[in-house]
């Protein structure tokens, strides 16, 4: 079946720095969605970013991710980390979105002063 | 106005005792459904998914079953809950070709 690796369970930096989570896939779907999801305490875990286009970077509020097929990832990258980017990020996939989402494991980001 | 609704926010239940668990979609014809578990310190995982009404795919046997009784509703339970069902539960929902909005979860505690 489907599945969703992300690499980092736990990401701690300094404001200002940039920031790389990692995401890589297996799908049997040769055409798959990729989603970027931020989850905030208390709240619902809510879209960041999507892509099903290979090697066209997609950017949303600072944050971009690139699909690339060729190596089965979708890294999400921001060159400069606020304190309110603290919350915990999910690689999802899915092949046909009827069926709903794969998730990864999740990755938290702690952002300090 | 609230898309998605869920209830309860949060529940605590004794082990054998039955649950069940409702999530209402708002204004969106004929979503595609589904309910996702969160054991602590895991990941989401689906658990079932809807297409139409009275239609239910399981995807994960957790002992737990849903239906949808109406367009806008679907209803997760068990008749006996076990330990390991302790988590948090989201609903969820999209339209074909769209991303999935989640409710705001109901966090359930079997003791």
């Known amino acids: 079946g489907d599945s969703v690796t992300q690499t980092e369970g736990l990401v701690t930096l300094t404001e200002g720095l940039p920031v790389m989570l990692n995401c890589t896939y297996q799908?049997?779907?040769?055409?798959?969605?990729l989603f970027w999801y931020v989850h905030y305490l208390n709240e619902s875990p809510r879209l960041l970013l999507k892509s099903s286009t290979d090697n066209k970077r997609t950017e949303h509020q600072g944050f971009h991710a690139t699909l690339h097929k060729s190596s089965s990832s979708f890294h999400l990258q921001k060159s400069s980390a606020q304190l309110s980017d603290s919350a915990l990020y999910y690689c999802?996939?899915?092949?046909?979105?009827?069926?709903?989402?794969?998730f990864g494991l999740g990755t938290r980001v702690s952002v300090f002063p | 106005a609230q898309t998605i609704h869920q209830w309860p926010v949060a529940e605590i239940k004794a082990v054998g005792s039955p649950l069940s668990l409702g999530c209402t979609i708002k204004?969106?014809?004929?979503?595609?459904l589904y309910w996702y578990w969160q054991a602590t310190g895991g990941t989401l995982q689906q658990l079932f998914y809807?297409?139409?009404?009275?239609?239910v795919e399981s995807v994960v046997q957790l002992n737990l079953s849903a239906s949808r009784p109406k367009d806008d509703q679907f209803i997760l339970s068990t008749e006996k809950l076990l330990l390991s069902h302790s988590g948090f539960y989201l609903c969820?929902?999209?339209?074909?070709?769209?991303?999935?909005?989640f409710g705001k979860g109901t966090r359930l505690t079997v003791v």
């Open positions: 204004g969106k014809s004929s979503p595609n």
């Open positions: 999802a996939l899915s092949g046909t979105l009827a069926q709903g989402l794969t």
């Open positions: 799908t049997i779907y040769s055409n798959p969605f």
């Open positions: 809807s297409i139409t009404v009275g239609q």
């Open positions: 969820a929902w999209s339209l074909w070709g769209t991303e999935v909005f």
